[in-house]
């Protein structure tokens, strides 16, 4: 039996993950002299109700190694015969190292730990993919490759509302957030293959005209969400526009970005994850 792990930046729902078996390792979120974990003790309705307040703004942490050991052991007690750990974008977060580290040192099973070279449910979709393939009695060397294929037709992209969260985080240059933010761009970002792209528009209308250029040039769809932070109805009303895109049969998934992306993207972050038809 091989069974999943991932990281709490995956944005699976948790009816999917309890279903498939998934085990959920939470990053940290810092808010002043408070720690919670992501999706445990702060939920993202309350964080994203918040979050204009927080002073001083939140910051994120990876777990540690001893947070995946212990993650690995239990399933290991469990029963499992070999873990696959899939994670965000090593790009994007040092979450994988500690994986990584956890993986060498525990030699109880096998441990193969995957960079799934998204974010979100970029990562999310794939997360979902290995574990079906894990309940079909695949192998890993079949699961990984079956990744593999489908990572370079996997892609989030989105528009965000405001750098400044992003420049209160350190993850961007101080001087682009106060240049961008005095001429009103409008920032897209990108992702495919862990290479994260940043785009530019003047006005919020070209911003919603270039995720619609994405949308188009990457259909049709095997998988499709919509993903945002903080704006539901915004969401829901891009959703009627597209939703002629969303594969039949599938269940439509309009998701939260969780507080652990949240806090590095700011409220009104909306856009795409997908994986392209083959």
Same mark, same amino acid.
């Given at each position: ?112 730990? &995957?960079?799934?070279?998204?974010? /979100?449910?970029?990562?999310? %979709?794939?997360?979902? !993919?290995?574990?079906? $393939?894990? #309940? +079909? ?25 405001? &750098?400044?969260?992003?420049?209160? /985080?350190?993850?961007?240059? %101080?001087?682009?957030? !106060?240049?961008?933010? $005095?001429? #009103? +761009? ?93």
């Amino acid at each position: 039996m091989i069974r999943i792990v991932t990281d709490s930046t995956c944005d699976l729902p948790e009816v999917l993950t309890k279903q498939l078996a998934i085990t959920v390792v939470p990053l940290h979120i810092n808010q002043g002299d408070h720690t919670y974990l992501d999706g445990i003790n702060l939920s993202r309705e309350e964080f994203y109700r918040q979050l204009p307040g927080y002073q001083p703004s939140p910051s994120t942490a990876t777990p540690g190694p001893d947070a995946f050991t212990k993650v690995y052991e239990q399933l290991a007690n469990e029963g499992a015969q070999a873990i696959l750990s899939i994670h965000i974008s090593e790009t994007l977060s040092a979450t994988i190292n500690a994986a990584r580290i956890a993986a060498e040192q525990f030699t109880r099973i096998p441990v193969t730990v &995957l960079d799934s070279s998204q974010l /979100s449910l970029g990562t999310g %979709f794939l997360v979902e !993919k290995a574990a079906v $393939l894990a #309940q +079909l009695g695949k192998k890993i060397e079949e699961i990984v490759s079956s990744l593999q294929g489908a990572m370079k037709r996997t892609y989030v992209f989105a528009s965000i509302k405001t &750098l400044e969260y992003l420049r209160r /985080s350190g993850r961007m240059n %101080f001087a682009i957030a !106060k240049f961008g933010d $005095l001429l #009103q +761009l409008k920032p897209l970002l990108h992702m495919n293959m862990g290479k994260a792209t940043a785009h530019r528009t003047r006005t919020q209308k070209r911003a919603t005209a270039r995720l619609m250029e994405w949308l188009n040039e990457y259909a049709p769809y095997e998988k499709l969400a919509i993903v945002h932070a903080g704006v539901q109805e915004e969401a829901q009303a891009l959703y009627e526009q597209v939703r002629s895109f969303f594969p039949q049969n599938e269940e439509i998934m309009i998701v939260q970005i969780t507080p652990a992306l949240g806090a590095h993207l700011g409220i009104g972050a909306l856009g795409f994850a997908c994986i392209s038809k083959e």
